[in-house]
């Protein structure tokens, strides 16, 4: 208690669920003064993350957000990629969800677009999808827009020394397109489209492509493959761009900044603990979704550098370098500021 009274005292919330608290009660709990307790309990408030009322005199009871009497219950749903990339940023979603009494919900997907789309059109609340096709749809629908970056690298060009198919495959509207394209255009090579990235995976182990720009973990189990090798990094043609950002669905931004603001900061301390704590229920379920062991997930995020804030140059420059025409304005008015 004496090292993180808020912590503990929202954890005594969500135990209690719909039956709350009384403020007298978590004193005594406690054992802070009610100066100190007041002084705690309003910070939570202001925050969004508790409520409190007079539930008769000058009696108060206290509730974890969404948990309070006639509450409606919010829900954050996401979709993503299969993906080791999004562990820690699933995990901070799932985090602070389950600390605001927020319904929690994981989509997965092939395509980049089609996130973006059900982010734009209100079928889910965030998406975790590529930079370019995230910028987009969030300047083409006007309704989304761009919370956080993810990370940077995670993926390569790789080469199957066994295979006659001189073709390079690649997923469309997605980072590994701008990282296939320039290598292609270096090498003249056919370049090939693909929608599942265990399909690409199989295929290219099984010679249907010479090369395949492929993302984590996949990147990892290919390597781990006789006759496969990597012959180009995200880093050596894309430097330090974010290949992907978390988008938000605009009306979720009203009313909801405070819970955007819990996001990134657990996801900064995800990134300072170096990942000791993902939800056990997000790696349970990339598990599922990848058809990859928890072991191979894991060691796969040491191929990424995860990144804490938008550097505004370093997009402009990463759409001028992709061709998509968005003005920097544009760019610039996408993007939530918190």
Not at 290 to 305: H, I, K, M
Not at 316 to 327: K, L, N
Request: include cysteine; charge should be positive; hydrophobic fraction near 40%.
């Amino acid at each position: 208690m004496q090292q993180d009274p808020r912590k503990a005292i929202l954890l005594m919330l969500r135990q209690a669920e719909e039956r709350g608290i009384d403020q007298s009660e978590l004193q005594g709990r406690t054992g802070y003064s009610k100066s100190r307790l007041s002084e705690i309990l309003t910070s939570l408030e202001r925050e969004g993350r508790i409520v409190r009322q007079t539930t008769g005199g000058k009696k108060k009871r206290v509730w974890l957000k969404g948990f309070e009497p006639n509450a409606e219950k919010p829900i954050i749903r996401v979709g993503y990629l299969r993906s080791s990339e999004y562990i820690p940023i699933l995990s901070a979603i799932w985090e602070v969800a389950r600390d605001t009494g927020t319904a929690f919900s994981m989509r997965v997907y092939d395509s980049p677009i089609e996130i973006s789309m059900d982010v734009s059109r209100g079928a889910l609340e965030m998406g975790l999808a590529p930079t370019v096709t995230q910028f987009l749809v969030a300047v083409v629908t006007s309704q989304t827009r761009i919370l956080m970056p993810v990370a940077t690298g995670g993926a390569s060009v790789l080469e199957n020394t066994s295979s006659p198919q001189w073709r390079l495959a690649t997923s469309e509207m997605s980072s590994m397109m701008v990282l296939a394209r320039a290598y292609s255009v270096a090498q003249r090579l056919e370049m090939v489209s693909f929608s599942s990235p265990v399909e690409a995976l199989q295929g290219f182990t099984g010679g249907s492509a010479r090369y395949i720009a492929i993302w984590e973990p996949y990147r990892t189990v290919a390597l781990s493959r006789p006759g496969v090798r990597e012959v180009a990094r995200f880093s050596d043609i894309l430097d330090s761009y974010p290949c992907c950002v978390l988008s938000v669905q605009r009306e979720f931004t009203k009313g909801h900044m405070n819970v955007l603001r819990r996001i990134k900061e657990i996801y900064r301390d995800f990134q300072a603990q170096a990942g000791e704590r993902f939800a056990a229920s997000v790696l349970s379920r990339m598990r599922r979704d990848t058809g990859v062991d928890e072991r191979t997930l894991l060691r796969s995020l040491a191929s990424y550098r995860f990144l804490k804030e938008i550097d505004m140059e370093q997009i402009f420059s990463y759409m001028a370098y992709t061709g998509v025409p968005i003005g920097r304005d544009m760019i610039t008015d996408s993007i939530i500021r918190i």
